[in-house]
């Protein structure tokens, strides 16, 4: 069982920035990808960006070259940093974590970008 909170949403203005937190419980499993998506009203859930272990890197390409996301091994950690946000930013963010079988998913943090 892991257990993951989230935290940093919030509202902001359009080329603002805001960063997002995610910490996972102390699972006995070594915990390899991490990640974070988002679902908007109306749109289904998508992935954002996802890290490995080794700190590789994925990325929607909506978001490439304004998010940035890196984690914390020895803390279970992920953070998605949120730079030059526009309103189609607009969405609840979830993160993730996938541990065969399951998969994990935090609470959710809004994030409100106004125009």
């Known amino acids: 069982q892991v257990q993951l909170v989230e935290s940093g949403g919030g509202l902001v203005q359009a080329g603002g920035s805001l960063r997002l937190s995610c910490a996972a419980s102390?699972?006995?499993?070594?915990?390899?990808?991490m990640g974070w998506y988002r679902q908007a009203p109306g749109k289904q859930r998508e992935l954002v960006a996802g890290?490995?272990?080794?700190?590789?890197?994925n990325y929607a390409d909506s978001v490439k070259g304004r998010f940035t996301i890196s984690r914390d091994n020895a803390k279970n950690t992920v953070w998605l940093q949120m730079n030059s946000l526009k309103p189609e930013d607009t969405a609840v963010y979830y993160c993730?974590?996938?541990?065969?079988?399951?998969?994990?998913w935090g609470q959710g943090t809004q994030v409100t970008v106004s125009s």
């Open positions: 890290i490995t272990s080794l700190g590789y890197t």
């Open positions: 993730n974590v996938p541990l065969y079988p399951n998969d994990y």
């Open positions: 102390r699972s006995s499993f070594r915990i390899n990808a």
